[in-house]
Structure formats: structure tokens, C-alpha cells
């Protein structure tokens, strides 16, 4: 089993639509999980982190957790084609990040 | 711009060759890192260093050696390398551990092609 799990995609949502990116981690210990956004040969870029259980906003960004289950979501709202890009999931453990093989997510026009 | 700046952008290399990547960050970090990152492939991490002590090394391959001179500078240099190893670099850094909720921030990567 892989220690983050993403589905590849593609992802293909309409404008103005709500994309949601799913995570799944296997340890469950793990207590810090981080949202980035790397676009076509750009380096990552962090856009939302959380730590709690529930749901966490931050603009058209909503970050939810849930240890239990052991997955962690991102919702974007009013997506734009400019949101189109892979994103990763991490789960932060000692000195490291696992991350996630990267959801593509294409906004369609 | 992240604060952390990484150089050369993009390197060609012979296997027989012997180059350095270079990182540096300007946000007072502690911690710094070495990622590689291969199509179809999750963020491999590859060497961490905090307070300039490598505290992990991901059983990387021998000709791959990172050197930090300090907090502030990070190497990673290249010798005889294999065209398998052709990826994006990523360099890292962070303040502290990040397992207390420590945000890592990425440079913008080498891309490394190895003929």
C-alpha cells in the first residue's frame, strides 16, 4: 500500500464548477497534511495546510480532514482555468514530507 | 520568488561528467532538502540536513553527494551518473521539524538531463 495515495486523473471539471481532490494516508499517527500546486514545469507551491479534523477555508480553497478515516480533501470553488495544474498531497512525519503522485486537475473554458 | 533559489535551472550532463547543483535560501530555515522528481513518480526525498547535520539520507546512490555548509547552502554533487537519472531536483527548506506543522517551501528546481 502506498503511504499517499492520489487518483492521477485527469480531472476535468467545467468553469465556475467545484473541483474536489481526494488523499488518502496510510499512517496514522501522521498529524500535519499539506495541500501544493505545482503547475507544467514549475516547482510546488503550498496552498492550504491543516492539522485538525473538520474543514478549513481559505478563499475558493477548503481543506478537509479527516484522521479517522484517514483521508484529507481539497475543494475549489468557482474553479478557473488557471487552476489547472497537478496538485499533491503531503503528510508531514519526522524531517520529511510523503507526498502523493498528484491529482491533474483541467479546467475547462 | 519562495526564498529559495536554485542553480543551474537546467544541466545537460556525460555520465562521465562531474557537476554540482546549488541551493540557497534566504528565509532563515534550519532545515534544508534534496527532492527528485520523475514523471509519473511521487517526490522522492533524498537528503535532509538540519542545523547543517545530514539527518537523513533516503538510500541514495553513492554518486549523488550533498554537501551544507551551512544553514543557509546546499549542494547536491553529481558523479558519473546514469540516464535513469534525469529528473527535476528540487531543493527545500523549512524551519524546523516539520512533523510540529513546519510549512516546507520549494526553489523552483534543476532540470537535470543525463546523456
Known amino acids: 500500500q502506498k503511504e499517499v495515495e492520489q487518483n492521477s486523473g485527469p480531472l476535468s471539471v467545467p468553469e465556475g464548477a467545484i473541483a474536489s481532490l481526494n488523499c488518502t494516508y496510510s499512517?496514522?499517527?501522521?498529524?500535519?497534511f499539506f495541500w501544493y500546486r505545482q503547475y507544467s514545469g514549475k516547482s510546488p507551491e503550498l496552498i492550504m495546510s491543516?492539522?485538525?479534523?473538520g474543514d478549513k477555508e481559505d478563499g475558493r480553497f477548503t481543506a478537509q480532514l479527516n484522521k479517522a478515516s484517514q483521508y484529507v480533501s481539497l475543494l475549489i470553488r468557482d474553479s478557473q482555468p488557471s487552476d489547472s495544474a497537478t496538485y499533491l498531497c503531503a503528510v508531514a512525519g519526522t524531517y520529511k514530507y510523503i507526498f502523493g503522485t498528484g491529482t491533474r486537475l483541467k479546467v475547462l473554458a | 520568488e519562495t526564498g529559495v533559489t536554485q542553480t543551474p535551472r537546467h544541466l545537460v550532463m556525460g555520465m562521465t561528467n562531474k557537476k554540482s547543483l546549488k541551493c540557497e535560501q534566504h528565509l532563515g530555515h534550519n532545515a534544508m532538502y534534496w527532492y527528485k522528481q520523475s514523471a509519473k513518480k511521487p517526490l522522492e526525498l533524498m537528503f535532509v540536513y538540519s542545523l547543517e547535520e545530514r539527518v537523513e539520507n533516503n538510500s541514495v546512490p553513492s554518486r549523488f553527494s550533498p554537501e551544507c555548509p551551512n544553514s543557509s547552502h546546499l549542494f547536491l554533487h553529481l558523479h558519473t551518473l546514469q540516464p535513469e537519472d534525469s529528473a527535476l531536483y528540487l531543493c527545500?527548506?523549512?524551519?524546523?521539524?516539520?512533523?510540529?506543522?513546519?510549512?516546507?517551501?520549494f526553489g523552483e528546481g534543476s532540470w537535470l538531463t543525463v546523456v
Open positions: 491543516i492539522y485538525s479534523n
Open positions: 499512517d496514522r499517527v501522521s498529524q500535519s
Open positions: 527545500a527548506s523549512s524551519q524546523g521539524n516539520i512533523d510540529s506543522g513546519n510549512t516546507i517551501y
